[in-house]
């Protein structure tokens, strides 16, 4: 079974930096591409995704700010949030498109952090 655990989510002024942080744990587990989703009221938008090689793309809206790394032999992620702006504010979601031993090419999801931005 596959798990996505965060960490980080939090509440900071406009300016300020938080970092996340994305461990997924499962047996055999290998990925494809592994990030992060916000959530808002009426949108979803992918934020940031990087592959096992390090590969990465970004939200036009965080290009410059956010920083996207990884970790393969932990199978972590890591997103670097600074010059945090109020419209950053979200619930943010670690995704993984993955296989297992036991399951194929699928999505995964994790619980959500809140990430909240004060002005």
């Known amino acids: 079974q596959v798990q996505l655990v965060e960490s980080g989510g939090g509440l900071v002024q406009a300016g300020g930096s938080l970092r996340l942080s994305c461990a997924a744990s499962g047996s055999g587990l290998s990925f494809t591409r592994m990030g992060w989703y916000r959530q808002t009221p009426g949108k979803r938008e992918l934020v940031a995704a990087i592959?096992?090689?390090?590969?990465?793309n970004y939200a036009d809206s965080v290009k410059g700010r956010f920083t996207i790394s990884g970790d393969n032999a932990k199978n972590t992620v890591y997103l670097r949030m600074n010059s945090l702006k109020p419209e950053d504010t979200a619930v943010y979601y670690c995704?993984?498109?993955?296989?297992?031993?036991?399951?194929?090419?699928?999505?995964?999801w994790g619980q959500g952090t809140q990430v909240t931005v004060s002005s």
């Open positions: 995704w993984m498109l993955g296989s297992t031993w036991q399951s194929g090419l699928r999505n995964y």
């Open positions: 592959t096992p090689d390090n590969n990465t």
